[in-house]
């Protein structure tokens, strides 16, 4: 391993759906106010769908071909793309290798992985291990991409108000630098907790529990809140996995400029930072205008929030990202 050789992340983009729902939408379909708990609590005000012919892959090509225009870098310099989504095209093949077709990616070599909402954050980390161990990967392309709605339960409104669809990508290239503080990675922490694993999910569609008509009568096959998650494991897991990354780092909370949670809960990320001691204009969030896009939501927050002027060269932006399974993912990088 070269020591000198960093993984840098060179350009970010993003898209959405055109079709946009907002609450009033949910308040006719189910009959009731949604809206005021979704403002409330979520910070949820409209979000993205895909429509009736678009899916996964879709997103993907989209929010790609944003990165490598920005990056000024073609599809044919990628060594490696990596789909992080639990919505994908297909059971199999890989979601990756229909967006490698689409996008001409002839050189680079496909995966995708499924830490479900956490899984963008756990992709730009396997991203990193390539360009820092092996010197054939310089430029590789990691997109999350979440297109939920297609297993959403129309009739259940603690699924139906809160998912949306839309992809995030991330184009990290290998940089050498002998700088005391190098652009790039800087550390990252993967955690699971597994006991959690059937309280929220796609349970059906597997070989645990194959589509029938029974499934498909019962709605086995979409998405469900089997239990009640405890509300405080987010705020508790993501501080402590911010302490010892930046204990690791040689850093603190507050030399953190940038923060960049799973946006599924307003309140959360706000007692996050509170148990930091960090401001929370230092997180950027997104799900007002495009509700909970899982895996997606990290890398749009960040083309947001690079978009519009927030991120500074040298400043620390950290990841981290949570989701079913339980499966979490924090990082830590110099932009």
Known sequence: MNHNRNAVLRSTGSYAPERILTNQYFNDLLGE????????????????????D???????VHAAQKALQKAAVTADMLDLLI????????ISPSTASVVQH????????????????AGFVTAMDIATKYIR???????????????MSK????????????????????????????????????????HTQGQYHDWMGVYAGGTHQPITDATLAHNDHLLRFAKKLPKELNPELWTQM??????????????????????????????????LNVPFDRTHNIMHKFGYTGSACIPMA??????????????VACFVGSGGGLSFAGSLFRL
């Open 33 to 52: 106010d949604v809206s005021t708990w979704l403002e409330t609590n979520v910070n949820i005000y409209e979000r993205h769908w895909c429509a009736d």
């Open 102 to 117: 689409r996008l001409g990616a002839t050189r680079a070599g496909t995966f995708d992985i499924n830490t479900a909402c």
């Open 302 to 315: 960040l083309d947001d929030a690079s978009g519009n002027g927030k991120l500074q060269s040298g400043d």
């Open 54 to 60: 678009e899916s996964t892959a879709d997103l993907c």
């Open 242 to 275: 911010i302490l010892d990354m930046t204990c690791r780092a040689g850093l603190t909370p507050q030399d953190v400029q940038h923060y960049f949670f799973t946006q599924i809960n307003i309140n959360s990320i706000r007692e996050t930072v509170e148990r």
């Open 83 to 90: 789909i992080a989504t639990d919505t994908p095209e297909y």
């Open 151 to 190: 297993y959403l339960d129309m009739k259940d409104k603690k699924t139906v108000t809160l998912f949306a669809d839309g992809a995030g990508a991330a184009l990290l290239s290998a940089e050498m630098s002998d700088a005391p503080n190098p652009r790039g990675y800087i550390t990252s922490e993967l």
């Open 133 to 147: 161990s092996d010197e054939r990967y310089t430029n590789v392309l990691v997109v999350g991409a979440y297109a």
